[in-house]
Nanobody, 127 residues
Framework: EVQLVESGGGSVQAGGSLRLSCAAS????????IGWFRQVPGKVREGIAF????????YYTERMKGRCTISFESAKNTMFLEMNSLKPEDTAVYYC????????????????????WGQGTQVTVSS
């Protein structure tokens, strides 16, 4: 069973940066799709950035494209989301997620496309 534990959320002023981390355990397949979603109250969870652990291929949705970078440190099974030029509308709970094979990247996934989730970490951006 894959378990994901997040850290690194917090409060920042508009224009600032944050780095989220997600430590994974229980990876038993050769590769996974991993990524980050965010959610605000009353709205669906929406995808931000995704990575294929097999070859490092990444995919970014339009929501934060150009303002975030996803990475994966395989030796530590830890994924990261570097966010910069943050805006108040980026305020949300951010979740890391993983999908076992078969999976597909290159599209804006829905929540149910991923089957393992972190506990969520709050990111608050003030103006």
């Amino acid at each position: 069973e894959v378990q994901l534990v997040e850290s690194g959320g917090g409060s920042v002023q508009a224009g600032g940066s944050l780095r989220l981390s997600c430590a994974a355990s229980g990876f038993s397949e050769d590769s996974y799709a991993i990524g980050w979603f965010r959610q605000v109250p009353g709205k669906v969870r929406e995808g931000i950035a995704f990575l294929d652990t097999k070859d490092g291929t990444t995919y970014y949705t339009e929501r934060m494209k150009g303002r975030c970078t996803i990475s994966f440190e395989s030796a530590k099974n830890t994924m990261f989301l570097e966010m910069n030029s943050l805006k108040p509308e980026d305020t949300a709970v951010y979740y890391c997620a993983a999908a076992h094979p078969p999976y597909r990247l290159g599209y804006d996934p829905l929540e149910y496309d991923y089957d393992s989730w972190g506990q969520g970490t709050q990111v608050t951006v003030s103006s």
